[in-house]
């Protein structure tokens, strides 16, 4: 059961990425990433203790969201 949990979260990771680097719309694309992100999450979440995941969430969403409102601005 954690060899399926794995590899669909390594799916995930990977088409998100992919996703992310092929779309022409900024705002697709970091939806994309965020995508990406929980996949990345998922993986931790598997792998390592749950500090390290929450941290790498609350993170991640913070500097994307930074981000986004100081592209916006432009």
Same mark, same amino acid.
């Given at each position: 059961?954690? +060899?399926? &949990? &794995?590899?669909? &979260? ?6 998100? +990425? $992919? ?6 719309? +900024?705002?697709?694309?970091? $939806?994309?990433? $965020? ?12 792998? +390592?203790?749950?500090? &390290?995941? @929450? ?13 986004? =409102?100081?592209?916006? =601005? @432009?």
């Amino acid at each position: 059961m954690d +060899a399926f &949990f &794995f590899y669909a &979260f390594a799916l995930l990771t990977l088409g998100g +990425a $992919i996703q992310t680097v092929t779309r022409r719309n +900024a705002v697709h694309s970091a $939806i994309w990433l $965020i995508v990406s992100l929980l996949g990345v999450a998922g993986l931790f979440l598997l792998a +390592a203790p749950n500090f &390290f995941l @929450w941290s790498r969430l609350c993170f991640t969403s913070a500097g994307l969201w930074c981000c986004f =409102c100081s592209s916006s =601005c @432009w």
